[in-house]
């Protein structure tokens, strides 16, 4: 069975730094991937999503992954982040019927 | 606009007492989804339907019940049987659960125990 790790819990950054949240998953023949932002007290939204073909992923708000299979990574980045990106971040792969999920990652814009 | 109404967006539920959750999707999307989120926890699957009149547990089932009598609905009941209901419940559909197109979700209903 598949699992997901989202290796930092909290990414704290100042306004207009890069940002890389991380993703890991478990080994698989082939995998599809995605990451979701929550906003406080709204549901899920996607933001990108690998299905197959370029390893580098452009997805909406500025934000971009890249899959790479021999770390089994798929960590989301974002060159200058912008107050409005405080939420938090979710990485899933797909198996059989559902998604597994990570337990997300918080991101903190200090000003 | 497309999307999926969940309602209410507050929920609070008295002891021994079942309570249901409204999920409404006009995607036109064969397969629905119940979600529960709980802090610092991913989102833990519930149930899920891949076609009207058909449903499945997820990882969690025990203490919920689902319908899908129209292909727009799936309402959650939560029964008395579910001892430790308060969480965020997140409904979600796709196209269907073979395809790898990404799950669409509803803005939440939070569910607190009175």
């Known amino acids: 069975a598949q699992s997901v790790t989202q290796l930092d819990s909290q990414v704290p950054v100042f306004e207009e730094a890069p940002v890389e949240l991380r993703c890991n998953y478990s080994?698989?023949?082939?995998?599809?991937l995605f990451w979701y932002v929550q906003y406080p007290n709204q549901g899920l939204q996607l933001l990108l999503k690998y299905l197959s073909g370029s390893t580098l992923v452009k997805g909406i708000n500025g934000f971009e992954a890249e899959f790479n299979k021999s770390q089994t990574s798929f960590h989301l980045r974002k060159p200058s982040v912008h107050i409005s990106d405080t939420a938090e971040y979710f990485c899933a792969v797909k198996e059989d019927y559902q998604l597994i999920w990570g337990a997300g990652t918080k991101l903190i814009i200090k000003p | 606009d497309g999307g999926i109404t969940q309602s209410p967006k507050y929920l609070f539920r008295k002891e021994g007492q079942n309570v249901t959750l409204s999920c409404e999707q006009n995607l036109n999307h064969d397969a629905m989804y119940w979600y529960r989120q709980d802090p610092g926890q991913g989102l833990r699957l519930i149930y899920y339907?891949?076609?009207?009149?058909?449903?499945q547990k997820g990882d969690i089932a025990e203490g919920y019940s689902v319908s899908r009598e129209k292909k727009e609905s799936f309402p959650l009941t939560v029964t008395s049987a579910q001892k430790n209901p308060t969480a965020f419940y997140l409904c979600?559909?796709?196209?269907?659960?073979?395809?790898?197109?990404?799950?669409?979700f509803g803005d939440g209903t939070r569910l607190s125990i009175l």
């Open positions: 339907s891949q076609i009207v009149n058909d449903f």
């Open positions: 080994s698989s023949v082939s995998v599809y």
């Open positions: 979600a559909s796709s196209m269907g659960t073979a395809t790898n197109q990404p799950q669409h």
